[in-house]
């Protein structure tokens, strides 16, 4: 725990130390917060002119409006700039020869990989905090539905702590960090359009498809052809998919299971990654 | 303290490492001596669990280097090639950070670094980043990664490399005051760096132990004969006179310095004496007289042309 611990500060250290962590929080920070405050301008637009009319007026609602389209928005943005924070955790140790310190400190790689995590995830931490500010913000004049919002975070913090998970095990497979980055990008956006052909795909069951493939065999041995479609698999394949419910307010566990196990899976390839150099 | 038997690192057909054995006890200064690329930093990277063995076993304190590598690990202080430094950090967290995760109780870091720090002569340079320091520096703090958690084994890479001459006889005087207490293997292409530092050499050559022994066994070891120097006032005739003497087998012009003969004797016998003797009793004006001991270089490029010793 305590070497876990070293490791994730000096992490941390290391990104408030080089230029990355200001720039990523800089440009992060101004364009969800040019987002946000092109839906409040939007929703206060809306407002002003259906003030007299109670029935568009009743329709409109902050959550809706403001609130939800922001963490769409925060989870495009991590997307695009999560690989950006994960790139460097191990690449960068395997080019300078730190490596050499970390795998011959009392150590297991497991402690390495959680550290590295948990430092890039408390960064991840800091990005989300200061986006507190907007629904505080709204907190002033008009009084939001906090409960969705703060599930809102949950969701796009678990969305981040995967994708994060994702570049951490990329970036154990390289020395390179650019490869290391769009190694991640590319992981990432294909999670993210794999749901983009699931419409076409709902024709297909998946219990069909085997049977297609073994020839027939799959029927003959009494397995069904209905239950769920390749398009149904797609579609819970898709990490922002599962980000939709969240958004709302509401906490499925299926959503949470699906980050959950997406992380744990990532981290656990990467620890295999680091130990395999053990028995090359 | 260290037991190396039949340790053999294969990269693809290629062996780095093959079949080297060897023993260090406790306390005792080894040096590795090698030209580049000998496999001296395949075998520290195996005893460090940097990397696994192909074959064969290491045992450091006990502990196997592939059955138990964290307990291994502990007891270990490990320089690199190249010092493993984080550039945008500062020396003294840096040396915190590695003192925490090389298992240094928490109330200790602070007095161990402190110590670290003293030891490296780093106190003045605690507050500096590291990327800025020059290299000497930043091979000081390299080694004061090394030493600060007291190991039982240290282990380094080539320790001098890139150091004035100055740095180079502190980091020496460091290294032999570990000795004793600690077991240090070090490694170097620098022949004078293992008569200085080392209590015991292995040459390793191509993979394998070449040569194993003390400096001064290494490098009088196979001389049949004994070479003499002498330096005289007035050298005319002298060059027949000595060769006449029983025992003698060549007389030469010595290199250099006008007026200098190098005798060359059989080396079960000292005729020092009798050169003295006879040179006085001809008056030839004797000014100096040494020993030529051969040069650790000259046995060095002997062992790895594979010519016997």
Known sequence: ?280 | MIEVNGLTKLYGVRAAVADVTFAVRKGEVLGFLGPNGAGKTTTMRILTGFVPASSGRARVAGFDVQDDPIEVKRRIGYLPEHPPLYDEMTVRPYLEFVATIRGVPRREVKAKVDRGLERCGLTAVQGRLIALLSKGYQQRVGLAQAILHEPDVLILDEPTVGLDPSQIREIRQLIRSFGGDHTVILSTHILAEVAVTCQRVLIINEGRIAAEGTPEGLASRGERTRRIEIRLARPDGAADGLASLPGVLRVDRGEGAEKTLVIETDASRDLREEIAVRAVGQNWGLLEMRTLTPSLEDIFIRIIRGETV
């Open chain 1, 1 to 280: 725990m305590r070497n876990t611990l070293a490791i994730a500060w000096r992490e941390l250290r290391t990104y408030f130390a080089s230029p990355l962590a200001y720039v990523v929080i800089g440009v992060f920070v101004l364009l969800s917060g040019y987002i946000f405050w092109a839906s409040l301008v939007r929703f206060s637009d809306l407002c002003l002119r259906y003030g007299n009319n109670p029935y568009v007026f009743n329709q409109l609602n902050v959550n809706d409006m403001v609130i939800r389209p922001l963490f769409g928005s925060i989870g495009v943005i991590f997307l695009l700039m999560l690989p950006a924070v994960s790139m460097r955790l191990l690449a960068e140790e395997r080019r300078t020869g730190t490596a050499e310190l970390l795998f011959t400190c009392p150590v297991t790689t497991l402690q390495i990989v959680l550290g590295k995590y948990l430092g890039a995830g408390l960064l991840l931490i800091v990005m989300l905090a200061i986006t507190f500010v907007y629904p505080l913000l709204i907190l002033t004049k008009v009084s939001p539905d906090m409960g969705p919002a703060l599930v809102g975070y949950a969701g796009v913090l678990l969305l981040g702590l995967t994708i994060l998970a994702i570049g951490l095990f990329v970036s154990s497979l390289t020395e390179n960090q650019i490869v290391a980055a769009v190694g991640a990008f590319g992981v990432n956006l294909l999670l993210w359009a794999i749901a983009w052909a699931a419409e076409a795909a709902e024709s297909y069951t998946l219990a069909g498809l085997i049977n297609s493939a073994t020839a027939g065999l799959w029927e003959k041995v009494g397995g069904g052809t209905g239950g769920p479609t390749l398009g149904d698999l797609l579609t819970r394949l898709s990490i922002t998919e599962h980000l939709q419910d969240f958004r709302k307010g509401l906490i499925d566990t299926e959503h949470v299971v699906f980050f959950v196990t997406a992380i744990v899976f990532a981290l656990f390839l990467t620890q295999r990654v680091l130990d395999s150099r053990r028995w090359r």
